[in-house]
Each structure stands twice: as structure tokens, then as C-alpha cells.
Antibody, heavy 123, light 110 residues
Framework: QVQLVESGGGVVQPGGSLRLSCSAS????????MHWVRQAPGKGLEWVSF????????YYADSVKGRFTISRDNSKNTLYLQVNSLRPEDTAVYYC????????????????WGQGILVTVSS | QSALTQPASVSGSPGQSITITCTGT?????????VSWYQQHPGKAPNLMIY???QRPSGVSNRFSGSKSGNTASLTISGLQAEDEAHYYC??????????FGGGTKLTVL
């Protein structure tokens, strides 16, 4: 079965950086685009970024553009999110999620989600 | 990338039907049939309930159905059950090649 396990979260000071990882199993990772979605404490879902199966044409929400970088290593079945210049409003649970359809350009919604990893930005 | 508009809360009694609306713009909901709905129980990851406006993933009850008219999509849950109590989020692909979520609706089963 599909499993997505996030890691790399924690407490970081404003202006700091982290690299989030998402280890995937149970499906052919190299065939599927992947999303990052976040949820601030007690708030709704916010889409963050998408990377296609081949790692080209990455997409970002305006709120993170220029600060966050999505990437993937298909040889390691792992998705990454480099988060830089962190702000208190970036505090959230970060979920990685698998695209529903293989080889798509991001217009299909995520179907399977990890359990999320908490990032707290605080001094 | 403004969030889609959902009612903050809806409620219904067991066995009844409820509808949650999701209003976007001509750049997202109104432009594409890539509207989906997620159910989220407290402390859990979201679960995909509806995709492509009307389609149900395998394993999702047929009590859940979706529709769209213009810039507004809707999720209807018929035969309400206690386990349906959760937050529900709509989402849509946008003309900027991004995704946008609604603010979420808390469903209370009375």
C-alpha cells in the first residue's frame, strides 16, 4: 500500500532554514508528480508546491515563491522541500501527497497523503 | 491565489442530507473540471472523497456526490452518519497552474 513518511521538521528561528523529506513506498514513485500542502495550527489547508514525475516545471504558491524549493530524487524514492527565510506564518504541519494520475502535469489532485511533519518558526 | 469560499459550518441529523458549497472564480472552479473534495478528521491527514467534480475514488461511499454550476461547486452527503462528522475542504486547479483550497467547512452531525 502507498506510504508517505515526512521528516525533517522542528523548531527554527525566523529567517532560518530546514529541509523536509518525504520517503515514498508502495507505488512507482518515478511515475507520479508530488505535492506539498501545509496546514497552520487550527487552520485550513494551503497548497504549497508541485513537482512533476520528471522533476521539471516546478510550481509554487505565491506565499512561498522564492523562499521554498521543491525537488525529488527518483533513485531514492524521496521528495524534498527546502524551506528558507522562514517566517512565523510558515508555522504549520507540512504534508507530502501523491498525484492521483501518473505522468500528469499537476492538474490532478493529490490522493494519498502522509501524516505530516510540524514546522514551528519561533524565536 | 485567493482561497475558495466555503461556509464555516453546516449541520444535519443522522439520515438527513446536507450540501456544502464552494465558490471560486472563472480562473479556477469555473474554468476547469478539476474540483476535488477532502474529508479531514481531527489529527488526521485529509482523505480524497471526490475528484474531477463528480468522481468518487474506489472505497468512498456513494452517499458522497459532487456537482458544479458556473463558479460554484457542491458536495452533497446523503444519509448522514455519525462518522461523517469532520472538516471538508474543496480544492481546484487554477489558471496559474497551481492549486487552491477552500477555507474548510466543519460538519456537525446532531
Amino acid at each position: 500500500q502507498v506510504q508517505l513518511v515526512e521528516s525533517g521538521g522542528g523548531v527554527v528561528q525566523p529567517g532560518g532554514s530546514l529541509r523536509l523529506s518525504c520517503s515514498a513506498s508502495g507505488f512507482t514513485f518515478s511515475s507520479y508528480g508530488m505535492h506539498w500542502v501545509r496546514q497552520a495550527p487550527g487552520k485550513g489547508l494551503e497548497w504549497v508546491s508541485f513537482i512533476p514525475y520528471d522533476g521539471n516545471n516546478k510550481y509554487y504558491a505565491d506565499s512561498v515563491k522564492g523562499r521554498f524549493t521543491i525537488s525529488r530524487d527518483n533513485s531514492k524514492n524521496t521528495l524534498y522541500l527546502q524551506v528558507n527565510s522562514l517566517r512565523p506564518e510558515d508555522t504549520a504541519v507540512y504534508y507530502c501527497a501523491k498525484d492521483r494520475v501518473p505522468y500528469s502535469g499537476g492538474w490532478h489532485p493529490p490522493d494519498y497523503w502522509g501524516q505530516g511533519i510540524l514546522v514551528t518558526v519561533s524565536s | 491565489q485567493s482561497a475558495l469560499t466555503q461556509p464555516a459550518s453546516v449541520s444535519g441529523s443522522p439520515g438527513q442530507s446536507i450540501t456544502i458549497t464552494c465558490t471560486g472564480t472563472s480562473s479556477d472552479v469555473g474554468r476547469y473540471n478539476y474540483v476535488s473534495w477532502y474529508q479531514q478528521h481531527p489529527g488526521k491527514a485529509p482523505n480524497l472523497m471526490i475528484y474531477d467534480v463528480t468522481q468518487r475514488p474506489s472505497g468512498v461511499s456513494n452517499r458522497f456526490s459532487g456537482s458544479k454550476s458556473g463558479n460554484t461547486a457542491s458536495l452533497t452527503i446523503s444519509g448522514l452518519q455519525a462518522e461523517d462528522e469532520a472538516h471538508y475542504y474543496c480544492s481546484s486547479y487554477t489558471s496559474s497552474s497551481t492549486w487552491v483550497f477552500g477555507g474548510g467547512t466543519k460538519l456537525t452531525v446532531l
